[in-house]
Nanobody, 116 residues
Framework: QVQVVESGGGLVQPGGSLRLSCATSGSMFSISLMGWYRQAPGRRRELVAS???????NYAESVEGRFTIARDDAKNTVTLQMNSLKPEDTAVYYC??????????WGQGTQVTVSS
């Protein structure tokens, strides 16, 4: 049973920072792609950032230069450092792990609220 668990969400003021973490565990093939998605109320889930097994990162235009994704393959973890947060970054953030088959695994989501 594969488990994907996110942590690190919360309430932060505009301009502040948060760091999200995601750990994948359980029996699975090697992980090829890890990423973060978000979904705001009334909106579709969207890709925030992703990173391949060789370290190539991809970002949504709206977060480019403010967010940084990183992965640790020894621990099967991926993090998202979010700086200069804006109210429009408010959403539930989901971790996505893709193995080599490919099979997709999702976490339960963590709430990020940016508000003064």
């Amino acid at each position: 049973q594969v488990q994907v668990v996110e942590s690190g969400g919360g309430l932060v003021q505009p301009g502040g920072s948060l760091r999200l973490s995601c750990a994948t565990s359980g029996s699975m093939f090697s992980i090829s792609l890890m990423g973060w998605y978000r979904q705001a109320p009334g909106r579709r889930r969207e890709l925030v950032a992703s990173i391949t097994s060789d370290g190539h990162a991809n970002y949504a235009e709206s977060v480019e230069g403010r967010f940084t994704i990183a992965r640790d393959d020894a621990k099967n973890t991926v993090t998202l450092q979010m700086n200069s947060l804006k109210p429009e970054d408010t959403a539930v953030y989901y971790c996505n792990t893709v193995n080599a088959i490919p099979q997709h695994y999702w976490g339960q989501g963590t709430q990020v609220t940016v508000s003064s």
